[in-house]
């Protein structure tokens, strides 16, 4: 392995200004290098024999909105009508459908289920009972341990909430961002702080098993007083799982857009240092009403009955059948994402081939590679672990990274479990790139 031995010198505090292009780490090797070229690899990959008790996941892309986000770099779409959606729907099961003959995934059952978007509580209660009816009728989850569905809270009704209860969803995460109208406003955000309390309160109230809410560190005008706020109003709902994500602004959003009309290089958001601060202090305020850091996004109220198990499947390297337009999927140890615009989509699809765009086939390395930093995300690093599955010594194989990041104060190592520090944990995306290959460092990430 080309793993870099001499570290890039990073200093404690980090980029200050926030400026263009993506900062989360999602997975590895970087989308960039995937490829067309290899498609035929995980198509070949589909018809081998299904593993034996090997977990499995299913994600469903819903790409409509009632508005684009001004930070916004998912593909939605804001013009479709219901005749559109409903062709879309059946597209989707149609590939659902494709996916459930594959030898490799031919009568298996899910682990976990999740509906991601866009916004999927966009769809209309007969729209979503006609897709998840035709879906379990491919792949039953009454088995699965999670079924998550992400909702924008404005497009939610308590006849809606019942239906996407009823439907079988575990885990409901609202898209709540911040609780200050104005701040919405100015971010793009189709819904309101009314909506969000509305939408909760029923949520709660029909029984749903988890909810997560997320807030989002340094929108535009975001304060300290306003996110002060924020934090206080979150720990007053007490939801199970709150997830906290520190502004990016990606290539393909709108104020990147308005920043390269107006010649701008950097974003009109807070600095890094700054959103930094905030989420450390969103940290110390819910660790003091009770709840525990579970990685360097979430807190959560109870650890040993609140669980993500879409998160910790699919970075302990679960295969996950991404579908719907432009999703990513993890099957065999390849890499796939679907076409990007839901026209190639749908010809794809109405022509009988399965819509992958472009794939990546990881080696043993590269998924060792994968899942280590992936879980530093969560906040430790177990060597036995991976000296089982890999039949590798992380401590030797990362021994100047881990070195390097140790003398930074970055995290602690002890010989059996690498520890990241707050100050680590807070700034974790950007360290993990100390791990990557030498050919995938300083990558586009998109």
């Given at each position: 392995?080309s793993?870099p031995?001499?570290?890039?010198?990073?200093?404690?505090?980090?980029?200050a200004?926030?400026?263009?292009?993506?900062?989360f780490?999602?997975?590895?090797?970087?989308y960039?290098?995937?490829?067309?070229?290899?498609?035929p690899?995980?198509?070949?990959?589909?018809?081998q024999?299904?593993?034996?008790?090997?977990?499995?996941?299913?994600?469903?892309?819903?790409?409509?909105?009632?508005k684009?986000?001004h930070?916004c770099?998912?593909?939605?779409?804001?013009?479709k009508?219901?005749?559109?959606i409903?062709?879309?729907?059946?597209?989707?099961?149609?590939?659902?459908?494709?996916?459930?003959?594959?030898p490799?995934?031919?009568?298996?059952i899910?682990?976990?289920?999740?509906?991601?978007?866009?916004?999927?509580?966009?769809?209309?209660?007969?729209?979503?009972?006609?897709?998840?009816?035709?879906?379990?009728?491919?792949?039953?989850?009454?088995?699965?341990?999670?079924?998550a569905?992400?909702?924008?809270?404005?497009?939610?009704?308590?006849?809606?909430?019942?239906?996407?209860?009823?439907?079988g969803?575990?885990?409901?995460?609202?898209?709540?961002?911040?609780?200050?109208?104005?701040?919405?406003?100015?971010?793009?955000?189709?819904?309101?702080?009314?909506e969000?309390?509305?939408?909760?309160?029923?949520?709660?109230?029909?029984g749903f098993?988890q909810?997560?809410?997320?807030?989002i560190?340094?929108?535009?005008?975001?304060?300290?007083?306003?996110?002060?706020?924020?934090?206080?109003?979150?720990?007053?709902l007490?939801?199970?799982?709150?997830?906290?994500?520190?502004?990016?602004?990606?290539?393909?959003?709108?104020?990147?857009?308005?920043?390269?009309?107006?010649?701008?290089?950097?974003?009109?958001?807070?600095d890094?240092?700054?959103?930094?601060?905030?989420?450390?202090?969103?940290?110390?305020?819910?660790?003091?009403?009770?709840?525990?850091?579970?990685?360097a996004?979430?807190?959560?109220?109870?650890?040993?009955?609140?669980?993500?198990?879409?998160?910790?499947?699919?970075?302990?390297?679960?295969d996950?059948?991404?579908?719907?337009v432009?999703?990513f999927?993890?099957?065999?140890?390849?890499?796939?994402?679907?076409?990007?615009?839901?026209?190639?989509?749908?010809n794809?699809?109405?022509?009988?081939?399965?819509?992958?765009?472009?794939?990546?086939?990881?080696?043993?390395?590269?998924?060792l590679?994968r899942?280590?930093i992936?879980?530093?995300?969560?906040?430790?690093?177990?060597?036995?672990?991976?000296?089982?599955?890999?039949?590798?010594?992380?401590?030797?194989?990362?021994?100047?990274?881990?070195?390097?990041?140790?003398?930074?104060?970055?995290?602690?190592?002890?010989?059996?479990?690498?520890?990241?520090?707050?100050?680590?944990?807070?700034?974790?995306?950007r360290?993990?790139?100390?791990?990557?290959?030498?050919?995938?460092?300083?990558?586009?990430?998109?």
């Amino acid at each position: 392995m080309s793993v870099p031995d001499s570290p890039t010198p990073i200093s404690s505090s980090g980029h200050a200004q926030t400026e263009v292009g993506n900062y989360f780490v999602s997975n590895y090797p970087p989308y960039s290098f995937w490829d067309p070229g290899q498609v035929p690899s995980a198509l070949d990959a589909l018809e081998q024999e299904a593993p034996k008790d090997y977990p499995l996941g299913l994600y469903f892309h819903i790409p409509f909105c009632r508005k684009r986000c001004h930070f916004c770099y998912f593909r939605v779409y804001t013009d479709k009508n219901a005749a559109e959606i409903n062709a879309y729907i059946d597209a989707g099961i149609r590939e659902i459908q494709m996916y459930g003959e594959k030898p490799y995934l031919k009568g298996r059952i899910p682990k976990f289920i999740y509906f991601g978007g866009g916004t999927p509580s966009y769809l209309s209660v007969t729209q979503l009972k006609n897709l998840t009816d035709r879906m379990k009728a491919v792949f039953p989850w009454d088995e699965a341990e999670e079924v998550a569905f992400e909702c924008e809270p404005g497009t939610l009704t308590e006849k809606k909430l019942d239906q996407i209860r009823s439907l079988g969803v575990t885990r409901l995460s609202l898209g709540v961002e911040n609780f200050d109208d104005r701040i919405l406003e100015l971010n793009g955000r189709a819904h309101r702080s009314g909506e969000i309390e509305r939408s909760y309160a029923h949520a709660r109230k029909i029984g749903f098993p988890q909810i997560n809410i997320d807030l989002i560190a340094g929108m535009i005008d975001e304060t300290d007083e306003n996110w002060q706020q924020c934090v206080a109003k979150a720990i007053s709902l007490q939801p199970d799982c709150v997830t906290i994500y520190q502004m990016e602004i990606p290539y393909n959003t709108t104020i990147y857009k308005e920043m390269r009309k107006n010649g701008k290089v950097t974003a009109p958001v807070a600095d890094w240092q700054t959103k930094r601060r905030w989420v450390s202090e969103a940290f110390d305020a819910f660790v003091s009403a009770g709840y525990t850091i579970t990685s360097a996004y979430t807190v959560v109220k109870d650890p040993e009955r609140t669980k993500f198990v879409y998160r910790d499947a699919l970075w302990g390297g679960a295969d996950m059948l991404g579908t719907g337009v432009a999703s990513f999927g993890h099957i065999a140890g390849i890499h796939v994402q679907n076409e990007h615009d839901i026209g190639a989509y749908l010809n794809r699809v109405t022509d009988g081939d399965l819509p992958i765009h472009r794939a990546y086939s990881i080696d043993r390395e590269e998924g060792l590679i994968r899942e280590f930093i992936l879980q530093l995300k969560l906040g430790s690093a177990d060597m036995d672990y991976f000296s089982k599955k890999f039949e590798t010594d992380i401590a030797d194989l990362f021994a100047k990274p881990i070195e390097y990041l140790q003398n930074e104060g970055f995290l602690s190592f002890d010989g059996s479990k690498i520890m990241l520090s707050r100050d680590g944990l807070l700034q974790v995306d950007r360290l993990l790139h100390e791990f990557f290959l030498k050919e995938h460092q300083n990558a586009r990430y998109a």
